[in-house]
């Protein structure tokens, strides 16, 4: 199967902090890449859907200026939690989906653990 | 919105023996999948098997089977000689046309020795 690779996997900032994860598929390119949030024992949140070349579509809820992303090329997409404070410590989940013709699915990064202190 | 139920928050199975997982959707699409994924402790979410709903025959993989009723918008999954290394939370998904994905609740599942 195809492989998404996430970093870091766990990170741990002081409050006012900016955290950037990365999310790079590794054998094939993903136009869209999704961005989830997860708290435990939960399910998945979605937060915002990565294009390439083009501005991210986010959640109702989901503040934009705080949860940047950029999707600069097929093969990476980034979210930077700007100003970090407590209540966005998480597991940060990335995704991607290979284009039309192949088979759905949704391919998973590793996830990022985020602690702000 | 589409949405995903899963019913049963926890349930426990006893090594090499059989259990159930439940899941119901609500949609209007004609033409979509349905996915269980799951996620082990280790957090990485994993592809157990898909269903497209034009195919009326029931997707397995190995030990893992689903019953597909798409009249009564249910995909529950079956898990055969339960294993150790089944232990995870198990998620129920949908894909539409609008190729997003909606998760259930999740059903955390417990193989006893």
């Known amino acids: 199967g195809a492989v998404v690779s996430q970093h870091p996997s766990w990170v741990i900032c002081k409050s006012g902090t900016s955290v950037k994860i990365e999310c790079r598929s590794l054998?094939?390119?993903?136009?869209?890449m999704f961005w989830y949030r997860q708290f435990p024992k939960q399910s998945l949140m979605l937060m915002a859907t990565?294009?390439?070349?083009?501005?991210?579509?986010?959640e109702q809820g989901v503040e934009k200026d705080k949860f940047l992303i950029n999707h600069a090329s097929l093969t990476l997409s980034t979210l930077t939690v700007t100003s970090a404070h407590p209540e966005d410590s998480s597991f940060y989940i990335c995704?991607?989906?290979?284009?039309?013709?192949?088979?759905?699915?949704?391919?998973f990064g590793s996830g990022t653990q985020l602690s702000v202190l | 919105a589409q949405t995903v139920t899963q019913s049963q928050p926890e349930m426990s199975v006893q090594e090499a023996e059989t259990v159930t997982l439940s899941c119901t959707y609500d949609?209007?699409?004609?033409?979509?999948?349905l996915f269980w994924y799951k996620q082990p402790p280790s957090r990485q979410m994993i592809l157990v098997i898909r269903?497209?709903?034009?195919?009326?025959q029931n997707a397995t993989e190995n030990r893992f089977s689903v019953n597909f009723q798409k009249a009564a918008k249910s995909f529950s999954l079956k898990i055969s000689d339960s294993q150790l290394g089944d232990t995870a939370m198990y998620f129920c998904?949908?894909?539409?046309?609008?190729?997003?994905?909606?998760f259930g609740t999740g059903t955390s599942l417990t193989v006893i020795p």
């Open positions: 998904a949908f894909m539409g046309t609008g190729n997003q994905f909606y």
């Open positions: 269903q497209e709903a034009y195919k009326q």
């Open positions: 949609t209007s699409e004609n033409n979509y999948y």
């Open positions: 054998d094939f390119q993903a136009t869209t």
């Open positions: 995704s991607a989906s290979r284009g039309a013709g192949e088979p759905p699915e949704l391919f």
């Open positions: 990565s294009n390439e070349g083009s501005k991210a579509t986010y």
